[in-house]
């Protein structure tokens, strides 16, 4: 059973996603009924919680349904439109409240179906993004990111060009051509804050590549406050739209993603892309905490 903080108008329950043991993953804190509680009272549930994102469940558009939810989230400054992690542990505390199976989640960034199964004796979330798609970024903004970073362009990855990725929302996708400048990160955060809002940018995935199919990630997050985020789901999604886009992988690729080892919360993020499906599909474990 996993453990409850209680608020006078909720019961908060606390799971970190993308991880089976609780000193990895990304924290997620999960309100199951959030009727009670308004905008305000939501955001300070979120920035109490002090986790990169919160999720808050009310009942879907269809009364009939019960496994259907409106899903919001929540970082500790402001709403955001889709949180990947925060929906992986949603839908397993639906999924130990519920049974397994299937589940309708209703997101800002739109309709988000997941399913939930049992392996290996915990239980495991797959999300099927919203419609995805890639957009050039512009070289003056990409100059401006690197400058915020601390990197040089030569440090780049040239197969892995620069892009803006989106499932839900939006991240710039910048690849480091070795591992040590991926893990050397201390970046300006005011500056990149900056370029991020007037972007409408929620991380930057920076990622380097160790095979065809398995990616290291790091995700500043400072729009929502945090310095960098240990595990992402959403960003994992517009990187698999990424690596599709740019032919990096084939059309039913199943990619791996490492995230949070340089932060000491080690987090492990699966990325499916299925011929003909244009939604990307990401899954991991949350465990309660």
């Known amino acids: 059973m996993s453990s409850a903080r209680t608020t006078p108008t909720a019961e908060v329950l606390h799971y970190s996603a993308f991880a089976a043991d609780p000193s990895g993953g990304n924290p997620a804190g999960v309100v199951l009924d959030a009727s009670a509680l308004d905008d305000d009272a939501m955001i300070a549930v979120a920035a109490g919680l002090g986790y990169s994102e919160s999720a808050f469940l009310t009942?879907?558009?269809?009364?009939?349904?019960?496994?259907?939810?409106?899903?919001?989230?929540?970082?500790?400054?402001?709403?955001?439109?889709?949180?990947?992690?925060?929906?992986?542990?949603?839908?397993?505390?639906?999924?130990?409240?519920?049974?397994?199976?299937?589940?309708?989640?209703?997101?800002?960034?739109?309709?988000?179906?997941?399913?939930?199964?049992?392996?290996?004796?915990?239980?495991?979330?797959?999300?099927?993004?919203?419609?995805?798609?890639?957009?050039?970024?512009?070289?003056?903004?990409?100059?401006?990111?690197?400058?915020?970073?601390?990197?040089?362009?030569?440090?780049?990855?040239?197969?892995?060009?620069?892009k803006i990725a989106f499932a839900g929302v939006r991240h710039l996708v910048l690849a480091a051509a070795n591992r040590q400048r991926l893990a050397d990160l201390d970046y300006d955060f005011d500056r990149l804050l900056a370029l991020m809002r007037r972007l409408d940018l929620t991380t930057l995935q920076l990622v380097w590549r160790e095979t065809p199919t398995v990616f290291h990630a790091r995700d500043p997050f400072p729009v929502g406050g945090v310095v960098e985020d240990p595990a992402t789901g959403a960003a994992a999604a517009a990187f698999g739209a990424y690596a599709r886009h740019l032919r990096l992988v084939p059309e039913d690729a199943q990619l791996t993603i490492h995230q949070g080892h340089d932060m000491g919360r080690p987090s492990l993020l699966e990325v499916a892309l299925l011929p003909g499906e244009a939604s990307i599909r990401v899954s991991g474990t949350a465990i309660p905490l």
């Open 59 to 162: 009942p879907g558009p269809d009364p009939d349904d019960s496994r259907s939810f409106t899903l919001r989230f929540f970082s500790p400054k402001a709403e955001v439109d889709f949180c990947g992690h925060a929906t992986v542990a949603t839908a397993v505390a639906l999924g130990e409240r519920f049974g397994t199976g299937r589940f309708d989640l209703h997101t800002p960034a739109g309709r988000v179906p997941v399913t939930v199964r049992e392996e290996n004796g915990a239980l495991k979330a797959t999300l099927t993004s919203v419609p995805p798609r890639v957009d050039e970024a512009d070289p003056d903004d990409v100059a401006e990111a690197l400058a915020a970073l601390g990197w040089k362009a030569g440090e780049l990855d040239s197969a892995l060009p620069p």
